[in-house]
């Protein structure tokens, strides 16, 4: 991961510009200083990237109401989905559209590969990672 990059599990707490309303992603991570919007600094206001993990309750909104709401977030670049029911993951990226690849996903925001095979490792999904070309190319541009 990118140095001054940090990331934060389901505990913290986002504010989302568009809707005024707080959520709390799966994961987040954010680069730089956090900025907390109250003073119990339970709030944070800067993620770069935030990944939810797919249930059958959630993923309509979270693939949705609120990916759709946390666009507004200023500072975000990237928000990744990550299926729990089978071996899959989408991709967004600020200066493109929705995009999916099965194998690996980079990250350019924070500089990280993410292999499905390493997500899944140790799941019952894990059977399934056949399913995924060991060939596969990292999705986006890898540093030179």
């Not at 990237?78 to 559209?97: F, G, P």
């Not at 999916?100 to 095979?117: C, D, H, N």
Request: proline content about 6%; charged content about 20%.
């Amino acid at each position: 991961m990118r140095p001054g990059c940090r990331g934060f599990s389901k505990d913290q707490r986002i504010f989302i510009p568009a809707s005024g309303l707080y959520t709390y992603p799966d994961y987040l991570i954010l680069c730089g200083p956090p900025q907390f919007g109250n003073k119990h600094k339970n709030t944070v206001l800067n993620p770069v990237l935030i990944i939810e993990v797919l249930s059958r309750r959630t993923a309509n909104y979270d693939r949705g109401v609120k990916f759709g709401f946390c666009r507004s977030i200023p500072t975000l670049r990237e928000y990744a989905l990550i299926d729990s029911r089978s071996v899959y993951a989408e991709h967004w990226q600020l200066t493109d559209e929705w995009r999916s690849k099965e194998g690996v996903l980079y990250f350019t925001t924070i500089q990280a590969l993410l292999s499905l095979a390493d997500v899944y490792d140790g799941t019952d999904l894990q059977t399934n990672m056949d399913l995924v070309s060991e060939d596969a190319e990292p999705y986006g541009l890898l540093p030179a």
